[in-house]
């Protein structure tokens, strides 16, 4: 697998607007809702220095966004957060950890916004993403 970039982070919260008033309020981080849906209660920011992209996700989203549904599943352990690592291929990571005895949360799949995108979770229940996302190799 060949890993170019650390394409994001998020804290995965279940009281997203304590996490935000901590992430906005105290430590002054610019982080908007995504302008194609302004009342989502993830926010992020691209401006960071030292990260691509960082966000807080609600956990219902991050469960929808895995699962379809917006309850965790009890089958998995409940996520504190995300890493998305940029892959040159993301069928070959998938495939790579598949090989490893990495279970996929979800196959390889293109979200809404253009990332193409395999999550899986560490023994500890970190969300780890393979992904390939075009307007972030440019930054």
């Known amino acids: 697998m060949n890993v ?14 304590h996490d935000v008033r ?14 194609s849906v302004p009342t989502a209660e993830y926010r992020y920011s691209e401006r960071i220095d030292g990260t691509k992209h960082f966000g807080v996700w609600p956990l219902s989203e991050a469960a929808y966004a ?14 504190q ?7 040159d291929d993301v069928e070959s990571a998938a495939a790579e950890l598949h090989e490893h005895g990495y279970g996929l ?7 809404p916004w253009g990332q193409v995108i395999a999550r899986f979770q560490s023994a500890d229940g970190l969300l780890l993403g393979a992904c ?8």
Do not use: K, M, N, Y
């Open 4 to 17: 170019l970039f650390v394409a994001g982070f998020a804290v995965i919260s279940s009281t997203p607007g």
């Open 22 to 35: 901590l992430f906005v309020d105290t430590l002054g981080l610019p982080l908007r809702p995504p302008t």
């Open 66 to 79: 895995c699962f379809g549904t917006e309850q965790w599943p009890a089958t998995h352990p409940i996520p």
């Open 81 to 87: 957060a995300t890493i998305e690592f940029e892959v």
């Open 105 to 111: 949360v979800h196959e390889v799949r293109t979200e």
């Open 132 to 139: 390939s996302t075009p307007h972030l190799a440019d930054t």
